[in-house]
């Protein structure tokens, strides 16, 4: 069973920074994920922020309003981070972290179905 467990959410002044990391355990071994960060905004629907895809090959996926700002990556420990650069106010959201045994990168983003594990969220705030 694969588990996820976020970190690092904090309340932060607009143009400052924040990295999020995702502990992740269980995966199977030979198989592939799309590992992913979501954030939802108070009455707003949940959007995906960007993924990675395990099996590699495949471009990095960043939702267009973070594109430039924000960084994901994993290390060698399957921890999953999100770097946060110049943080809006509009950025502020519950973040979760999601892994699916599906295919993703930048020309192709798959539904949120078919992100079977999740994360509880870690709550960024982002005051102007």
């Known amino acids: 069973q694969v588990q996820l467990v976020e970190s690092g959410g904090d309340s932060v002044q607009a143009g400052g920074s924040l990295r999020l990391s995702c502990a992740t355990s269980?995966?199977?071994?030979?198989?592939?994920?799309?590992v992913a960060w979501f954030r939802q905004a108070p009455g707003k629907e949940r959007e995906g922020v960007a993924g990675?895809?395990?099996?590699?090959?495949?471009?990095t996926y960043y939702a267009d309003s973070v594109k430039g700002r924000f960084t994901i990556s994993q290390d060698n420990a399957k921890t999953l981070y999100l770097q946060m650069n110049s943080l809006k106010p509009e950025d502020t959201a519950m973040y979760y972290c999601?892994?699916?045994?599906?295919?993703?990168?930048?020309?192709?983003?798959?539904?949120?179905?078919?992100?079977?594990?999740w994360g509880r969220g870690t709550q960024v705030t982002v005051s102007s």
């Open positions: 990675i895809f395990t099996g590699g090959g495949a471009p």
């Open positions: 269980g995966y199977r071994t030979g198989k592939n994920y799309c």
């Open positions: 999601a892994a699916g045994t599906t295919y993703c990168s930048a020309r192709y983003w798959p539904e949120e179905a078919d992100f079977a594990y």
